[in-house]
Each structure stands twice: as structure tokens, then as C-alpha cells.
């Protein structure tokens, strides 16, 4: 925990949900419908960009850092530096862009010039773009101190596929001390169910399941950027024919602050 960075106590309450049922919300329905609204709220944590030195950048390496450089030499650059220098205004446009670099989306929802934009950008300046479909090493610390925020010594951690893997339990402290590997990707899921973090193996966000005042006051305190969803916000939030008018704000909006 951050020394003087002070949290509400999260509340605790049971839930007779078995944790493998935490795996990641379908595609086809509001995100806040997940788990019969077992949770108020969600907030779409953006994975933020990788600022590096110099040395590291693609122009000297055209080498993407390992998560070991990532983590004792990246920090956080948010998407809307990001968005601003790039012309691209919004997230929503901002993910289009990431997914269409990654060839994640069809032809007809591909965004080739804001690929462009970004592509460009990218290789002109010492900052990397996220790593698709895990828990980005950057927010690694931040995701702990969540966990401890709310009093709890371990994690829950399900995996993305449970009917394979099993459903395992991490001490924070190991997690920490980085004598325990971090998950890379599935569900993070408090103790007593009272929140999540879930993410997918295209995305480049994370959600994040709770208590709204909680979430909010978390997001504040360890500058998290990202959003709340809206009650009609899917998964694709990229597509403004969802009418997620959430994503349609400027870049000082984004966070919850």
C-alpha cells in the first residue's frame, strides 16, 4: 500500500456463486448485466501504454521489452496523451486502432488509418503500445494495493479456462515480493466475491467489478484511468453503434475523478 493513501473499508458479504463461474462476461450483454448484476458497477480499466528510455525504444531495438524491463524501467503512459498526439481524440478510437493493429476485427469495423496514426506515432516516440489479452505488468502494483485497500491477504485467481485449469488461491505478499508469478490473464477474484478484476484475451482493458464507491475512490487515489460502464456498454465498446456515449467523451473525462 501506497504510504498516507487511505481507502474506504470494502464491505464484505458472501455469495453461494462458485468461483469458476467468474470467468470473463459474455460478448452479447451489457457488461453490468454479468453474473445477474451480481455487482453495481464496472469500470473499464485502460491498459496504459509503456513509456521506456531511449534505449529501449523501437527506433534503437525494434524489439518489444520484456515484462522485466517493463517493470524496473516502463511507466505508465495514458491513453489520452496518447489519443491527443495522435489525433485520434477518443478511446473508443484509440481501442479501434489497437484492435485493427492486432488484426483482431473485421474489415468492415477495422480502422486502417487510426492503425496508421498509431503506428506511426509509436515508432516515432520511446513508448510502447500494451500487450493484448493479460494483466499489464504496469498495473500489477495497483491491482494488489485494490486488493489489499480491502483487507484481503489473498486472491482468488480463476483461470480463463476453469474446465482445465483450477481455480487456484495467491498470497498478495508473494505476489508482491514477486516470489509468486503473477497471473497473466482469467479472473482476479476477491475472497469474499465482493469484487473482480476479469480480462480477455483480445482486450486491452480490464474490468473491474464492485462496489461504485469503492471503485471510485481506488481509481482516484492510484490515478486509474478508464471509465464506468453505461447500462447498454458491451464488450465492443469500440463501436459507437453500441451507444456507448461514455467512450464519446474527451480525454479529461476519462477519469473518474
Known amino acids: 500500500m501506497t504510504a498516507g493513501t487511505a481507502f474506504p473499508r470494502f464491505p464484505c458479504y458472501s ?16 457488461l453490468v448485466e454479468a453474473w445477474d448484476g451480481q455487482f453495481e458497477a464496472v469500470f473499464i480499466l485502460l491498459h496504459p501504454f509503456v513509456r521506456v528510455p531511449d534505449s529501449l525504444a523501437w ?18 503512459c495514458p491513453w489520452s496523451d496518447v489519443a491527443a498526439q495522435t489525433g485520434l481524440i477518443t478511446c473508443a478510437r484509440l481501442n479501434q486502432a489497437l484492435l485493427t493493429s492486432i488484426g483482431s476485427l473485421s474489415d ?21 503500445m500494451p500487450v493484448e ?52 490473464r482469467g ?6 466475491q465482493s469484487f473482480l478484476f476479469t480480462v480477455d484475451w483480445d482486450s486491452f482493458f480490464t474490468l473491474f467489478y464492485g462496489r ?28 459507437y453503434s453500441f451507444g456507448c456515449a461514455t467512450v464519446t467523451l474527451s ?5 473518474t475523478t
Open 15 to 30: 455469495s453461494s456463486v462458485q468461483p469458476e463461474q467468474f470467468t470473463y462476461p459474455p460478448y452479447d450483454i451489457p
Open 59 to 76: 527506433s534503437a531495438t525494434q524489439t518489444y521489452p520484456s515484462d522485466a524491463q517493463i517493470l524496473t524501467r516502463g511507466q505508465k
Open 108 to 128: 468492415h469495423l477495422a480502422d486502417p488509418a487510426a492503425r496508421e496514426k498509431l503506428q506511426t506515432f509509436l515508432q516515432s516516440q520511446p513508448i510502447w
Open 133 to 184: 489479452g493479460r494483466f499489464e505488468p504496469l498495473l500489477h502494483s495497483d491491482l494488489l494495493q485494490v486488493f489489499a485497500a480491502a483487507g484481503a491477504n489473498q486472491i482468488t485467481c480463476v483461470p480463463e479456462f476453469p474446465d482445465t485449469d483450477p481455480v487456484t488461491t495467491l498470497s498478495i505478499s508473494d505476489l508482491a515480493t514477486r516470489s509468486a508469478a503473477f497471473p497473466s
Open 187 to 192: 479472473t482476479l477474484l476477491a475472497p469474499d
Open 212 to 239: 461504485r464507491s469503492f471503485m471510485t475512490s481506488v481509481a482516484s487515489a492510484l490515478n486509474l484511468e478508464g471509465f464506468f460502464a453505461t447500462p447498454n456498454t458491451e464488450h465492443a465498446w469500440y463501436n
Open 251 to 255: 480525454p479529461e473525462h476519462w477519469q
